[in-house]
């Protein structure tokens, strides 16, 4: 069975500094992973995806991801957030044949 | 604009009432999904449906109901049964190929 721990329940970070959301999965097979943004009241909109190819993606609003096999990690990064990047963030992992899971979520706090 | 047209945003009901929440797609997705999230538990799967007039019961689908008589609509009833409806709703498709999920923008129901 599939899994996804994220290990922060909040972060908080400064402006303009940078900042990694970490995001652990368990699955036996290959993997599709997500990171997706939900501000406050609002639905989730995908940051982005990783499918294949290279373990490095981008996505909107300046984040990035890296999928680490060995690891089983897919952390979440920004070099420099913003007060509009307030917003809760879930990881979410799909083996394709299987329901979508998503770790409990990470709620980012920018402080002035 | 393809997506997902969840309605009513705001809904408010007296303890004992039925209520349904709609929700619409145009992306010509088979899978279909409602949520119902709660301050710092995540997204918890209500119902899920992979095609027209069929549809399973996710993790918490005690006092709940659906339907799938359309392609487009996945409407989800929220029964006097269900014990504590106060909750953050979320509707939901799935890309056949990636499993990536587009989210409605949610509905707020409050039992008064």
């Known amino acids: 069975a599939q899994s996804v721990t994220q290990l922060d329940s909040q972060v908080p970070v400064f402006e303009e500094a940078p900042v990694e959301l970490r995001c652990n999965y368990s699955?036996?097979?290959?993997?599709?992973l997500f990171w997706y943004v939900q501000y406050p009241n609002q639905g989730l909109q995908l940051l982005l995806k990783?499918?294949?190819?290279?373990?490095l993606v981008k996505g909107i609003n300046g984040f990035e991801a890296e999928f680490n096999k060995s690891q089983t990690s897919f952390h979440l990064r920004k070099p420099s957030v913003h007060i509009s990047d307030t917003a809760e963030y879930f990881c979410a992992v799909t083996n394709r044949d299987d329901k979508i899971i998503f770790g409990k979520g990470t709620r980012l706090h920018i402080l002035p | 604009d393809g997506g997902i047209t969840q309605s009513p945003k705001y809904l408010f009901r007296k303890e004992g009432q039925n209520v349904t929440l709609s929700c619409e797609q145009n992306?010509?997705?088979?899978?279909m999904y409602w949520y119902r999230q709660d301050p710092g538990q995540g997204l918890r799967l209500i119902y899920y449906?992979?095609?027209?007039?069929?549809?399973q019961k996710g993790d918490i689908a005690e006092g709940y109901s659906v339907s799938r008589e359309k392609k487009e609509s996945f409407p989800l009833t929220v029964t006097s049964a269900q014990k504590n409806p106060t909750a953050f709703y979320l509707c939901?498709?799935?890309?056949?190929?990636?499993?990536?999920?587009?989210f409605g923008e949610g509905s707020r129901l409050t039992v008064l």
């Open positions: 992306l010509n997705h088979d899978a």
């Open positions: 939901a498709s799935s890309d056949p190929n990636t499993g990536e999920l587009f």
């Open positions: 990783y499918l294949s190819g290279s373990t």
């Open positions: 699955s036996s097979v290959s993997v599709y």
């Open positions: 449906s992979q095609i027209v007039n069929d549809f």
